[in-house]
């Protein structure tokens, strides 16, 4: 293998892995606050960017109910309004944060206060994912979507990481996901541990009783956890779209399998160790040898299984003491 | 009834192996064990009568010899539990959620294996798998006896000295193990009976639907299996049959309703984990059709005297 | 302040009684803290044998690594010859240690029945098939499973709630229930963590003879751990004192209660 492909390999690897990043913080930082994985990750992931699409004022696929109730109210089978597009990905975001809040109100605090097994919150959060994913397709129908193009503007399409003889392009969106992790990751550590929101957090994370006996509302915290992780899952849904086209209802539910994986290698609940653990996946997907490239798929699973059981706690979590 | 059956003959067959896949999700829960692995089992189960049936056993004309299956489903047993055992053995040192993503790993690259190994035919998978019935309702033959045989096993463990271990380790690991019960041991055994009920439901299975391929036996099925056990009951044998019978036949209810149905099947799980944490059949609600309605007993702060769980009597 | 495995306290011998638990050396480390120093006491057949401390001494490490469920950091422990410094409880428990726990852990949703067979599964040996299917020779041990389970009920009193679930027994049957499952274990050593946590003077007066009952009856030796020291001055044969993970005194109780350092760790303990 060439030096060039290698570092193609790397930057594709980068690329990848800072999507499953921006995916696995969402999803770990529910984690780390309540011990509970939340698959409904992935249907907020994909609902938020349909959002952003309605908010651009892009038109709706005439499968989905949307479009004829669109064209009867407004004429034509879209939203009346068009937002530039990053002002419609952060609205598109809010939007996602609000049913994050939502969905924690009716599906997550009556079991918490019930004190259920989180095997039920799991069971739960399922359901619901199954159900958002098929309301999506109800309105939007099944097919594919895509973002009208140049929607950050004139920029160039490709970032160029090589010599002008040897070009090894990226992507713009890529590079831009990259950054947007990296953004995620160091205004959540700032959140969490320099901020008075943030040692509320991590009280109700330790020991969520206790915190509430000291005058902290649990459950606005715990609303407060659900609207972040939505929004960032919001924000990188819609990203991804961008990069990748929305393949369907389904798209964010594919990043959620894998996503387990990634916030198992990073360690559960760490939110540094998302974005690590997303890198080490990209990377390692991207230098699966060619001869192997069917089985590319399964390396997230083989590294998932291989961490459980020699080092559960991943790369950055520490070892769980278990008390007799 | 004649007619009723075959209309809803594939329904009811259908049924049938989804309440014996919930058992095989029941079997290792039992134990404490969270298991997404059955859709696994059931996978390799299809592949093993898949293969066997169109490459290895070259039967003569007409309807595809009983006997057959039968073997197809003691390899199938057997390999299954091979590979429960080499699984289980590291898996099952891992504790709740963390066993659950273990479990889902090992569906994930036996679908993506699968996918790629051209014996089983990749992608396409395998199809015209001989029939040894002449119509899709006519596999409750095979369906329903297994369906019954594991009730009665899982009924009779439940009062056995390694029923009560299983329980023990559901309760308290730590104290089952202080009281000479091995753990890892006794997961592995419920985690292997699960994954051999898996295995042969999915020979059957390879026959009844004719083709088989790498959509069959995935993580979207073990969310269906643990809906229902979780909802149908995870306390008792019956539980899981009632949901995964109910859960089977609900879609095809609703099927009026068109995209609705999955809409409500996702709410009708959230709604259910909710407010019906232990199920719909729980043991109270079994010893209450058994014994006749308890005589008025005064409340005593929410407990339930005289109530217990597992082995009745 | 660094005490070896020796203690300056001089015991009286107890004739007769071979040594059937032989700990020596024991110390646990954790982090960077130290629960359990060095610690070394020999137990012999038939014996009472109290360990005693103010809390956090490390009594309950101390049992839970002669029990296996912690890690021993350095040192041994031997039952009946035999070094099981590092097997598993479940190992321990097959070659006749039982124990209770100081904060109960019963098989709360089992009833006390179920609880108490449970411990008897070591020594039965029917396999599951032959279970399932009903046997003659599965079921005549269940049968018996069932009855020495209720005999060891009877023993504690709590035959007539047989099917109860344990979690609804009021806190003092379910120490004597937790009891009753130990000894299904059918145990030569017998390890009782705060067995008297809870109880009246004369619910503890009613558990000391309990216990030296079954120490007849049962042909056991007892380690007992326990807060209440008059209890144990009148119970135990022999008494261990810890401090801070430290063994400070070791014999019989009448010597022990008088050692000036023992007053000194309990100064304040408000005994």
């Known amino acids: 293998m060439t030096l060039i492909n290698v570092w193609q390999n790397i930057l594709n690897g980068l690329a990848v892995g800072s999507v499953y990043a921006i995916f696995a913080v969402g999803y770990t930082l529910i984690f780390s606050i309540l011990r509970i994985i939340n698959f409904a990750h992935g249907a907020v992931f994909t609902v938020s960017a349909y959002f952003t699409y309605l908010l651009t004022g892009s038109a709706i696929n005439t499968n989905g109910t949307l479009h004829k109730l669109f064209t009867d109210g407004f004429g034509a089978p879209a939203l009346p309004i068009k937002l530039p597009f990053v002002i419609a990905l952060l609205v598109g975001g809010l939007l996602a944060g609000l049913v994050g809040m939502l969905l924690d109100r009716i599906a997550f605090r009556p079991l918490r206060q019930r004190g259920a097994d989180p095997l039920l919150t799991l069971v739960s959060s399922l359901g619901v994912a199954v159900a958002m994913v098929n309301l999506i397709q109800y309105f939007f129908g099944a097919e594919i979507y895509s973002y009208p193009a140049n929607p950050f503007g004139n920029i160039p399409a490709a970032v160029n990481f090589g010599t002008a003889d040897t070009p090894v392009p990226v992507r713009t969106i890529q590079v831009i996901i990259f950054f947007v992790a990296i953004v995620i990751v160091i205004f959540l550590t700032w959140l969490i541990n320099s901020t008075k929101l943030g040692k509320a957090l991590r009280a109700v994370s330790e020991d969520a009783v206790t915190a509430s006996l000291l005058g902290i509302n649990t459950d606005r915290i715990i609303m407060f956890t659900f609207f972040l992780s939505a929004f960032l899952g919001g924000i990188s849904g819609t990203l991804v779209g961008v990069s990748v086209g929305v393949a369907g209802p389904y798209f964010g539910i594919t990043y959620g399998l894998k996503g387990l994986a990634v916030i198992v290698l990073g360690g559960l609940g760490d939110i540094p160790g998302a974005i690590i653990g997303g890198i080490v996946l990209g990377l390692a997907e991207a230098f699966v040898p060619p001869q192997f490239v069917a089985f590319k798929e399964a390396v997230a699973f083989l590294i998932l299984f291989l961490v459980l059981v020699i080092r559960p706690q991943g790369i950055l979590g520490r070892a769980a003491v278990v008390k007799v | ?313 | 302040m660094d005490q070896l495995s020796s203690t300056a306290t001089i015991e009286p011998v107890t004739p007769g009684g071979e040594v059937v638990l032989e700990v020596r050396g024991l110390t646990r480390r954790f982090g960077g803290l130290v629960a359990v120093n060095d610690v070394a006491f020999d137990v012999r057949e038939g014996e009472i044998f109290g360990l005693i401390g103010p809390n956090g001494a490390g009594k309950t490490t101390v049992f839970n690594m002669i029990t296996g469920l912690t890690p021993v950091t350095k040192g041994s422990v031997a039952l009946h010859g035999e070094n099981i410094t590092g097997l598993k409880p479940y190992q321990i428990a097959q070659r006749g240690m039982a124990r209770t726990f100081q904060n109960i852990r019963l098989f709360g949703n089992l009833s006390a029945l179920t609880n108490v067979e449970i411990a008897r599964h070591t020594h039965t040996g029917s396999g599951i098939i032959a279970g399932v299917i009903g046997l003659p020779r599965a079921r005549a041990e269940e049968r018996l499973t069932r009855q020495r389970a209720l005999e060891l009920l009877a023993l504690v009193g709590l035959a007539d709630r047989a099917e109860e679930k344990a979690r609804n027994f009021p806190y003092g049957d379910q120490r004597r229930l937790e009891i009753a499952r130990a000894l299904a274990l059918q145990p030569k050593v017998l390890l009782l963590d705060e067995p008297a946590a809870g109880m009246n003077t004369g619910e503890k007066a009613e558990l000391s003879d309990f216990i030296r009952r079954i120490r007849r009856d049962f042909d056991l030796t007892v380690l007992l751990i326990e807060h209440h020291v008059p209890l144990v001055m009148g119970l135990c044969d022999r008494i261990a004192v810890l401090d801070f993970g430290h063994l400070i005194a070791l014999g019989a109780p009448e010597i022990v209660q008088r050692d000036r350092r023992v007053i000194e760790a309990y100064l304040g303990e408000g005994e």
Do not use: C
């Open chain 2, 1 to 313: 009834m004649a007619e009723f059956y075959t209309t809803y003959g594939f329904l009811i067959t259908s049924m049938v192996l989804a309440a014996a896949m919930a058992l095989s999700l029941y079997l290792p829960l039992m134990a404490g064990q969270l298991s997404l692995a059955s859709p696994g089992f059931y996978a390799i189960g299809g592949y093993i009568a898949a293969v066997l049936s169109t490459q290895v056993f070259h039967p003569g004309p007409g309807p595809y010899p009983l006997y057959l299956v039968l073997i197809e489903m003691l390899v199938a047993a057997l390999v299954s539990a091979a590979l429960a055992v080499l699984v289980g053995v590291p898996a099952l040192r891992l504790r709740g959620i963390y066993l659950a993503l273990a479990t889902i790993a090992f569906v994930e690259i036996l679908r993506i294996l699968s996918l790629n190994l051209p014996i089983l035919g990749g992608a396409v998978g395998i199809f015209g798998i001989p029939q040894p019935f002449n119509t899709q309702g006519e596999y409750i033959w095979l369906g329903l006896p297994l369906l019954l045989i594991a009730m009665v096993f899982i009924y009779r463990l439940e009062r056995t000295r390694m029923g009560r271990a299983f329980y023990a380790i559901r309760e308290d690991e730590t104290a089952a193990d202080a009281m000479g019960i091995n753990p890892t041991a006794t997961k592995v055994i419920a985690f292997t009976m699960g994954a051999v009920l898996a295995g042969v439901v999915g020979v059957i299975a390879a026959h009844f639907l004719n083709t088989w391929n790498a959509r069959q036996g995935t993580f979207d099925s073990s969310i269906n299996y643990l809906a229902y056990v979780l909802i149908g009951g995870s306390w008792t044998v019956f539980g899981p049959v009632v949901g995964g019978l109910l859960l089977t036949a609900l879609p095809e209810i609703l099927r009026g309703l068109a995209s609705f149905r999955f809409i409500l099947f996702g709410i009708l799980i959230a709604v259910g984990a909710i407010f019906f944490p232990q199920g719909i059949i729980t043991p109270e609600l079994l010893s209450r059709f058994r014994r006749g309605r308890q005589p008025g007993r005064p409340a005593s702060g929410g407990q339930q005297a005289s109530q217990t769980h597992g082995p009745a009597k």
